[in-house]
């Protein structure tokens, strides 16, 4: 079987070459897919983590306090505060989608404001932290250089630090200044704040509010992306599928062509599973080769896309066994003509 197999691959090379080509590249898309998936919900925990918290506390009824942003009522953080099993609590202003503008660019970003040296904002990768109302450390993702200024609803910052990989909504970059910058944006200078960062365990929950673990504040900012998600796993399946196309119109085309070749081994006394095995083979190799090239080429390709990519070491190690499922699925397009060819074509049928 691998002898016959082999020598047809030789004989058919530019098809079989063809045929890996395409599901080299289908395969490498459905990776990205995966990694556009991953990269989603990687980002979401790293912003979340990043907070530093045990616990949010948000107003009653409020979704999370990345996604639903209310004011949170100055009574309830001072209840809060002083609440047993509260080792810290510190003030977040969170104002979701916002445009920064510096000279020509605009960019759309998400903003936190925290108090400086509390919880909040993520170590900074350049520079230094946010300490007063102007400053700012932005992720790289917004392209600001550092000691460079941008306008936020007429608030003007100065990048002091930036961070690398804190972003959300699908690679909304996060720009993190100080509790009284966001409150100069969000309520006009008031000292209000949208949540609460605590570390450690509160006894009970202050009146009109709500505990959020971060874990929760995750699925909540998974759940705006819910169709973006669903929809990338779609268009994979439609991937495999077309990988299953492409390998089995080659297989079908290498059968027809060999209609003879499998009458003269049944003619000798193969069976119908031997002739059919080595079309089996021969769809698993090209699938094997064509998931290995596009492990290899991913990370390639994955650069034209405006974000980093995180694809799951899961779908990596999975990627192998679906492509050979994919090539058995796709060597059944030329089990008819195995089961169809006559014995009696090898002693010179037509």
Do not use: C
């Amino acid at each position: 079987m691998w002898t016959v197999t082999l020598a047809d691959l030789r004989m058919r090379a530019r098809q079989f070459t063809i045929a890996v080509v395409g599901a080299t590249l289908v395969f490498a898309m459905a990776l990205m897919m995966a990694g556009l998936a991953g990269s989603f919900r990687a980002e979401v925990g790293r912003t979340v983590d990043a907070v530093g918290a045990d616990y949010f506390v948000v107003p009653a009824g409020a979704g999370g306090p990345f996604t639903s942003p209310a004011e949170v009522s100055g009574q309830v953080v001072r209840i809060a505060q002083h609440t047993p099993g509260v080792l810290a609590a510190d003030p977040l202003v969170i104002v979701p989608a916002v445009t920064i503008a510096s000279g020509q660019d605009k960019v759309l970003v998400h903003l936190i404001g925290s108090r400086p040296g509390g919880m909040g904002a993520p170590p900074v990768r350049d520079g230094r932290a946010a300490t007063g109302p102007g400053d700012a450390v932005v992720d790289t993702l917004t392209h600001l250089s550092l000691g460079r200024q941008f306008t936020v609803a007429g608030h003007v910052f100065r990048v002091v630090g930036r961070v690398h990989g804190y972003s959300y909504l699908a690679g909304t970059p996060t720009v993190y200044v100080t509790a009284a910058g966001a409150q100069a944006i969000a309520f006009a200078g008031r000292p209000d704040v949208t949540a609460l960062a605590i570390r450690g365990r509160p006894a009970r929950v202050p009146a009109q509010a709500a505990l959020v673990t971060p874990e929760q504040a995750k699925k909540d900012l998974l759940r705006t992306l819910a169709n973006g998600l669903r929809s990338l796993d779609v268009i994979t399946v439609f991937l495999w599928v077309v990988a299953v196309v492409i390998i089995g119109a080659v297989v079908y085309l290498s059968a027809m062509e060999r209609r003879r070749d499998f009458a003269v081994l049944k003619a000798i006394g193969s069976s119908t599973q031997w002739a059919y095995g080595g079309l089996a083979l021969q769809a698993g190799l090209v699938a094997i080769v064509s998931g290995v090239l596009a492990i290899a080429i991913e990370p390639f390709i994955s650069r034209a896309i405006p974000m980093e990519l995180a694809v799951p070491s899961r779908d990596l190690w999975l990627l192998l066994p679906i492509a050979v499922v994919i090539g058995l699925l796709a060597s059944l397009s030329g089990l008819r003509q195995v089961m169809r060819a006559d014995p009696a074509l090898a002693f010179g049928g037509a």
